[in-house]
């Protein structure tokens, strides 16, 4: 078992303060982070805690699971490996052009070459 756990279904008035207070009932909490909204500024409803230790960990799910906080059930687990994402189509539209671009002034600079 790992140390960094999951924590869902928080009330959106939750901030990386209260979490880590909630969770230090438990142990050393080595870190604890809300994701937020970059735009609103609002929370996501989740974040991640990271404890001292597997143990610490493993007391902070037994203990936080399921209780009631603000209204909300919170639901704490393991955190899992985040997963590959596909990059952004924002970010894929930058690199073709950036390709276009490079192959264009290639062209220019061949065509120069020969005249």
């Known amino acids: 078992m790992g140390n960094k756990l999951y924590v869902g279904n928080l009330p959106y008035s939750f901030r990386d303060e209260d979490m880590q207070q909630a969770f230090s009932a438990f142990g050393n909490v080595s870190s604890a982070k809300v994701m937020m909204e970059r735009e609103t500024g609002r929370s996501k409803g989740f974040g991640f805690v990271e404890m001292g230790s597997d143990a610490e960990a493993q007391a902070a799910i037994k203990g936080m699971n399921g209780q009631n906080v603000g209204g909300r059930d919170l639901v704490v687990n393991e955190a899992r490996p985040m997963e590959p994402r596909a990059p952004a189509p924002a970010a894929t539209a930058v690199a073709t ?19």
Do not use: G, N, Q, R
């Open 97 to 115: 052009a950036v390709s276009v671009a490079a192959a264009a002034v290639t062209a220019v600079a061949a065509a120069a070459a020969t005249d």
